[in-house]
Antibody
Framework: QVQLQESGPGLAKPSETLSLTCSVS????????WSWIRQPPGKGLEWIAY???????DYSPSLKSRATISLDTSKNQFSLKLTSLIAADTAVYYC?????????????WGQGSLVTVSS | DIVMTQSPDSLAMSLGERATINCRSS????????????LAWYQQKPGQPPKVLIY???TRDSGVPDRFSGSGSGTDFTLTISSLQAEDVAVYYC?????????FGQGTKVEIK
């Protein structure tokens, strides 16, 4: 059973860059699409970006200028960098796996990493 | 972007009652080449990540109880819980994967009356 685990700083300052990593265990990163999704406290879900195991990427236009998603197949991990942080970036950040056949059906999720942006 | 709008925002039903959640998309989610609706439903319990219940608008994911069913096509969709159980207390989200940016509805909170 594949499991995902996010790791992140917990607290970040405005204008700084956020780095998050998702470690994939119990399965390979190959063959799948991998996404980052966030959820501000008490609010709904927002898809940020995906990366295919071959390196293809796509981003939400609202975050495209500040977000970079990348993959490290040797470590079975993928990552998200978000620059120029603002308070509105405060959220639980989830990593999720798309199914083998459809990138946008998220069949496995991490537990989430809460990131608070505050000075 | 495709806008997903759910109704109601919240509902409270008695145990054993039928609960119905609606979802409307700002454009059709029916892909003509495969005749499939690119619509999923997720359940999120407090303190947990979302869990997929339904995809292709009406296909239950493995292990999902059959009291959960999805219906609809094009722009109008429904999630039905045929007999509400205590463990169904959660927020439910519809989600379109027809085109990026993939988007979610605002969520419907289901509680026990």
């Amino acid at each position: 059973q594949v499991q995902l685990q996010e790791s992140g700083p917990g607290l970040a300052k405005p204008s700084e860059t956020l780095s998050l990593t998702c470690s994939v265990s119990g399965g390979s990163i190959s063959g799948y699409y991998w996404s980052w999704i966030r959820q501000p406290p008490g609010k709904g879900l927002e898809w940020i970006a995906y990366i295919y195991y071959r390196g293809n990427t796509d981003y939400s236009p609202s975050l495209k200028s500040r977000a970079t998603i990348s993959l490290d197949t040797s470590k079975n991990q993928f990552s998200l960098k978000l620059t120029s942080l603002i308070a509105a970036d405060t959220a639980v950040y989830y990593c999720a796996r798309g199914t083998v056949t459809v990138a946008g059906i998220f069949d496995t999720w991490g537990q989430g990493s809460l990131v608070t942006v505050s000075s | 972007d495709i806008v997903m709008t759910q109704s109601p925002d919240s509902l409270a039903m008695s145990l054993g009652e039928r609960a119905t959640i609606n979802c409307r998309s700002s454009q059709s989610l029916l892909y003509s080449s495969d005749n499939k609706n690119y619509l999923a439903w997720y359940q999120q319990k407090p303190g947990q990540p979302p869990k997929v219940l339904i995809y292709w608008a009406s296909t239950r994911d493995s292990g999902v109880p059959d009291r959960f069913s999805g219906s609809g096509s094009g722009t109008d969709f429904t999630l039905t819980i045929s007999s509400l159980q205590a463990e169904d207390v959660a927020v439910y989200y519809c989600h379109q994967y027809y085109s990026t940016p993939w988007t979610f509805g605002q969520g419907t909170k289901v509680e026990i009356k």
